[in-house]
Nanobody, 115 residues
Framework: QVQFVASGGGLAQPGGSLRLSCITS???????????FGWYREAPGKQRELVAR?????DYADSVKGRFTITKDNARKRFYLQMNSLKPEDTAVYYC????????WGQGTQVTVSS
């Protein structure tokens, strides 16, 4: 079963930046190269939502458009989320997964935006 390990979260001030990384495993290279991946987040009391996806195209949730950038490294089988101009409402646990998501959510990485 494929696995995803998200890292890079932490505490940031409003307006600050963080870069999340997702290490994947058990992907065949040819499959990884064409697979669509995404970053999801789950804020307290809210449903998990997809905020960025990358595959044949790149798309973002309206709430992060213009502030977040998703990228993918096929050679290392990793993908990333650069988060700039962070807002308190970005506070959540961030997860990486396929799109559509598999059952392998992993622990995620906590992002807290607060002054």
């Amino acid at each position: 079963q494929v696995q995803f390990v998200a890292s890079g979260g932490g505490l940031a001030q409003p307006g600050g930046s963080l870069r999340l990384s997702c290490i994947t495993s058990r992907f065949i290279t040819s499959v990884f190269n064409v697979q669509e991946f995404g970053w999801y987040r789950e804020a307290p009391g809210k449903q998990r939502e997809l905020v960025a996806r990358i595959g044949r195209s790149i798309d973002y949730a309206d709430s992060v458009k213009g502030r977040f950038t998703i990228t993918k490294d096929n050679a290392r089988k990793r993908f990333y989320l650069q988060m700039n101009s962070l807002k308190p409402e970005d506070t959540a646990v961030y997860y990486c997964n396929k799109v559509p998501a598999s059952d392998s959510w992993g622990q995620g990485t906590q992002v807290t935006v607060s002054s």
